[in-house]
RNA sequence: GUCCCCAUCGUCUAGCCUGGUUAGGACAUAGGCCUUUCGAGCCUACGGCACCGGUUCAAAUCCGGUUGGGGACGCCA
């Protein structure tokens, strides 16, 4: 039975490297319906937090991956006392400076890695390494070769930066007499000018892009292109469908540039074929954390997203394209175009009569409220347009926003009536 | 410095193993169409095998080197 795990350290938030390492590791596991473990890495009592733990096993649920089993290294510290007992016995481990230390048996070693197949290794740079620290903490490389083994993993996936690691654990599996498992070394994720992930780019925690209005649909779709492909043409994968299709075989191995562009469209793509109800939830949360709404009902709620599904990249741009839907004040936009619309007011009478026309509109719906437009434009022998745009920036403040009369059907007859009456009496006030 | 990994459009990639393709797709960009606006939709265009040499009738594909990029070298993980 194959078992794969994911061992994050929690000093830090899951990011995208790590997210991508646990999502191959677990697609793997899932796919030979073996089994998927988390091992929390908490060695260093200094530096790990719980609330990164929290964090970590937030998002890896939000992104759809599950575990079967979780076990905690600062759980298991007199284990690895046991096995560096063991090492002492057989003459292959020493204490020096208060710490116990492994020399290095060393000629030549030889890695089948999965993805790169064969790395030899020709040197170690260094000689001898602590397994176990003068606090009495275990090193990485030493518990990490013991748990693996213990736990019963076979399949070791991980990152590339892990590479010059696996020669040393190699020799720590032989002097501890355990089996050495199959490798895979993930190409490393990297930052949009070519160096190391920081801060500002993409090392930036997967919370916060949930934060930002990505669905995790998409944030996992775009991570699974980023370092693999299926080998056809196929771009769209629901976490169901690669687990069908993942084979390490085709993950490459270069390194991939971290760009934001295709997540967007991802995440937009995955927005437009949601229902709205399925974005009910996400979207109100990060609308009320913008205090954009307080009081909204799931039902209103529904319609504007509906209104807004079709073009937005994250839910978030619903806080900035959305708010008129929310609050009365409409504030004009004082970009050019915009003043040039506004400042034609001779349209005041054309806009008066229109205004009548959609407050006679019995059933206030979309196509009625149109062909009130068409009939007004007709009457008034004007574009439908430029009857259009005024009303848009009377009922939302801008030029640009999705179908006017989907618009005014979401906001209902009163306010609809009431912007317009308000663009009316502002091209009264301003008749001078 | 030492060791290791990698190299196809701007980006993510297919093709490489089992040499013969108009080197395919997606994102981005540009242009067009549609339309009540648009960052939506549809269509088109632009754009790539890092370089040098070898093997071969034939090289993106196999081999060697160069260059470039990345990673590791903590009593961090």
Redesign the pocket.
């Known amino acids: 039975m194959i078992k794969t795990r994911f061992?994050p350290?929690p000093?830090g938030f899951l990011h995208m490297g790590g997210a991508r390492t646990a999502l191959f590791s677990w697609l793997y596991a899932r796919k030979h319906e073996g089994k998927f473990l988390l091992r929390i890495?908490d060695?260093?009592l200094q530096?790990s937090r719980q609330e990164y733990i929290e964090e970590i096993l937030t998002s890896l649920k939000w992104l759809g991956i599950d575990w079967d089993e979780i076990v905690y290294q600062s759980q298991r510290f007199s284990l690895y006392q046991e096995y560096a007992q063991k090492l002492k016995q057989k003459g292959l481990a020493y204490e020096?400076?208060?710490?116990v230390f492994f020399k290095y048996n060393f000629n030549q070693i030889e890695v089948e890695d999965l993805i790169?197949?064969k790395?030899?290794?020709?040197?170690l740079?260094?000689p001898e390494d602590?397994i176990i620290?003068?606090?009495g903490?275990p090193?990485?490389?030493f518990c990490c070769v013991i748990d693996d083994a213990l736990l019963g993993i076979t399949h070791v996936i991980r990152g590339?930066?892990?590479?010059?690691?696996t020669p040393k654990q190699i020799l720590l599996y032989k002097a501890l007499e355990f089996d050495v498992p199959f490798f895979a070394h993930l190409?490393?994720i990297?930052s949009p000018g070519?160096?190391?992930m920081s801060k500002r780019f993409g090392a930036t925690a997967i919370s916060e892009y949930r934060r930002q209005g990505y669905l995790p649909q998409a944030l996992v779709n775009f991570l699974l292109?980023?370092?693999w492909?299926p080998?056809d043409?196929q771009?769209i994968f629901s976490l169901d469908l690669a687990q069908d299709r993942f084979e390490l075989k085709?993950v490459?191995?270069?390194?991939?540039?971290f760009?934001l562009?295709?997540l967007?469209?991802l995440n937009?793509y995955y927005i437009?074929s949601a229902s709205p109800q399925e974005l009910l939830g996400p979207a109100r949360e990060i609308l009320e954390e913008a205090g954009v709404i307080s009081e909204v009902s799931d039902e209103y709620l529904c319609r504007v997203i509906k209104l807004f599904q079709?073009?937005i990249?994250r839910l978030s741009d619903l806080v900035e394209?959305a708010a008129f839907c929310f609050r009365d004040d409409v504030v004009y936009e004082s970009d050019e175009k915009t003043r040039k619309i506004l400042a034609n007011k001779k349209k005041l009478e054309e806009i008066e009569l229109l205004r009548q026309n959609i407050s006679r509109v019995e059933n206030f719906c979309a196509t009625e409220i149109?062909s009130a437009f068409r009939k007004t434009s007709e009457a008034l022998e004007v574009k439908?347009?430029d009857l259009?745009?005024p009303v848009?920036i009377a009922l939302t403040g801008r030029?640009?926003?999705?179908?006017?009369?989907?618009t005014i059907e979401v906001l209902g007859k009163e306010k609809t009536l009431r912007r317009i009456e308000n663009l009316l009496n502002y091209w009264r006030q301003n008749n001078d």
Do not use: C, Q
């Open positions: 061992a350290s000093t890495e060695t260093d530096r020096k400076e208060g710490a790169r197949g790395i030899v290794f020709k040197e740079p260094k602590v620290k003068s606090d903490s090193a990485y490389n590339e930066d892990h590479i010059s690691n190409p490393l990297l070519g160096g190391r292109l980023l370092g492909s080998g043409n771009e085709d490459n191995k270069s390194g991939a540039k760009l562009d295709k967007d469209w937009a437009k079709g073009r990249n394209w149109e439908l347009k259009v745009h848009r030029r640009i926003g999705p179908g006017l009369f989907e």
